[in-house]
């Protein structure tokens, strides 16, 4: 299927791990993004290839993969990471699809 | 530097037609496919398709047929979204983001109202 399955919603206090799962069967074939919304802004790209991080990105964030499931990890979150993620992958026939977003809260 | 500078807001009326455009800099247009998204208010991240920026070539995902086309102008490095027939529920910011995604335009917000 195309579809990709994310929690709702998150919530960490400041200094703990969030983890954030994205889940779908194309996951199993095809790399994963994982994207940072703040309100009012387009998206950031924060993890590519399931696991690399875009220079800028900090080392805080990370990514991991495991058959239909991939894991953003935010280890030692900051009030700053708050924000809506989004995992995206290609399905089949040059198609692409975004889960449907996360909101994590960091209090 | 990389920049994708997107047209502004407008306020459409249903039936009518808009055009966003997409006027990319710092890098060879044609190098790099182009992405576009769209968020409806409080909604999440669609993708609605991409461009062959060499070929032309669009590729429209589900639910984006028929009323929406992507097009270029590539002497002006530039990338363009036609919705046509608007309604209501289009009303949304469309993003184009470069291929690979590291790159994306500040978005346009399309409203359709009567």
């Known amino acids: 299927s195309y579809e990709l399955t994310q929690p709702s919603s998150v919530s960490v206090s400041p200094g703990q791990t969030a983890r954030i799962t994205c889940s779908g069967d194309?996951?199993?074939?095809?790399?994963a993004r994982w994207f940072q919304q703040k309100p009012g802004q387009a998206p950031v790209l924060v993890i590519y290839?399931?696991?690399e991080r875009p220079s800028g990105i900090p080392e805080r964030f990370s990514g991991s993969s495991s058959g239909t499931t991939v894991t953003l990890t935010i280890s030692g979150a900051q009030v700053e990471d708050e924000a809506d993620y989004y995992c995206?992958?290609?399905?089949?026939?040059?198609?692409?699809?975004f889960g449907g977003g996360t909101k994590l809260t960091v209090l | 530097q990389v920049q994708l500078v997107q047209s502004g807001s407008e306020l459409k009326k249903p039936g009518a037609s808009v055009k966003v455009s997409c006027k990319a800099s710092?890098?060879?247009?044609?190098?790099?496919?182009m992405n576009w998204v769209r968020q409806a208010p409080g909604q999440g991240l669609e993708w609605m398709g991409w461009?062959?920026?060499?070929?032309?070539?669009?590729t429209y995902a589900q639910g984006f047929t028929g009323r929406f086309v992507f097009s270029l102008d590539t002497s002006v490095s530039t990338a363009y979204l036609q919705i046509s027939s608007l309604k209501a529920e289009d009303t949304a910011v469309y993003y184009c983001?470069?291929?690979?995604?590291?790159?994306w335009g500040q978005g346009t917000l399309v409203t359709v109202s009567s």
């Open positions: 983001a470069r291929d690979g995604y590291n790159f």
């Open positions: 710092g890098y060879t247009f044609t190098s790099y496919a």
């Open positions: 461009i062959n920026t060499n070929t032309g070539n669009p």
């Open positions: 194309v996951l199993a074939k095809k790399y």
């Open positions: 290839k399931d696991s």
């Open positions: 995206y992958s290609a399905a089949d026939n040059n198609l692409k699809v």
